[in-house]
Nanobody, 127 residues
Framework: QVQLIESGGELVQAGGSLRLSCTAS????????MGWFRQAPGEEREFVAS????????VYADWVKGRFTISSDNAKNTMYLQMNSLKPGDRAIYYC????????????????????WGQGTQVTDSA
């Protein structure tokens, strides 16, 4: 069974940096699409970034504007989200997800493209 476990969320100050991790297990993840989403209180879950497993073609939400970087380490079955210049608006629960289908890679910013989700990791600020 596919399992995704996020970690790294914590209390940060505005302007600070944080790296989230997502460790995947339960199957081979070659040819899959991995993504980060987030959900703030009272808001809908929104796309942050995606990366094909073992690939480099990353996709980011427009609002990321170079502040976040998604990457993966295939040997560790782990995906990362490096977040810099954090803002109060970045406060949310961050989820990682994996899409197994061909259209997952074609539509990586869509929630429906993903088949498995982690439980999320909380990012809060000190404001």
């Amino acid at each position: 069974q596919v399992q995704l476990i996020e970690s790294g969320g914590e209390l940060v100050q505005a302007g600070g940096s944080l790296r989230l991790s997502c460790t995947a297990s339960g199957r081979s993840f070659s040819s899959t699409t991995m993504g980060w989403f987030r959900q703030a209180p009272g808001e809908e879950r929104e796309f942050v970034a995606s990366i094909p497993w073992g690939g480099r073609r990353t996709v980011y939400a427009d609002w990321v504007k170079g502040r976040f970087t998604i990457s993966s380490d295939n040997a560790k079955n782990t995906m990362y989200l490096q977040m810099n210049s954090l803002k109060p608006g970045d406060r949310a629960i961050y989820y990682c997800a994996v899409g197994l289908r061909r259209d997952s890679r074609a539509y990586p910013s869509t929630l429906e493209s993903y088949d498995y989700w982690g439980q999320g990791t909380q990012v809060t600020d000190s404001a």
